[in-house]
């Protein structure tokens, strides 16, 4: 696949439906060995009832196959969910599949860690796959860590 977006100006997509999430070929095998982590600390989406925004910090862990998702793609792509209405556990399974339909990985987990909405955080965990024999580094123990 070509990427288009990287050393590029490119605004943030209306929605996450418009964006354009690229990948990059595994050149070297010992790469599929590896478990590559995404942290998103300032994710933004809108309550689907009030419209008000709800915030999250994003951990994206995945084992690669053939593909790699390229992050200025992924930023592009996460950023473009701050005008999306939805509820959390519909969020963080629409990013989760959307990431696994690109790159195909062996192994893929995206934790969405919800801001408190009425004094209580979410944490919404969707992974499909298994990680086989390679070590997966634990998540933090408290997701929620307050702003």
């Not at 689907?48 to 930023?75: G, M, N």
Request: overall charge neutral; hydrophobic content about 40%.
């Amino acid at each position: 696949m070509e990427l288009t977006q990287l050393g590029q100006k490119v605004g943030i997509p209306a929605s996450p439906l418009d964006a354009i999430l690229e990948c990059i070929k595994i050149e070297n095998p010992e790469v599929k060995k590896s478990v590559v982590r995404f942290s998103c600390p300032e994710f933004t989406s809108l309550c689907p009832i009030t419209k008000q925004p709800d915030f999250a910090r994003f951990y994206i862990d995945f084992i690669p196959y053939d593909y790699l998702v390229e992050s200025k793609s992924l930023k592009l792509y996460l950023a473009s969910f701050r005008n999306h209405g939805g509820f959390h556990e519909e969020v963080t399974a629409m990013i989760g599949e959307r990431i696994r339909q690109a790159i195909r990985p062996q192994w893929i987990r995206v934790v969405g860690a919800w801001f408190p909405r009425g004094g209580i955080p979410i944490d919404v965990i969707w992974q499909d796959g298994r990680p086989g024999d390679i070590e997966v580094p634990e998540l933090p123990l408290t997701l929620f860590t307050g702003r």
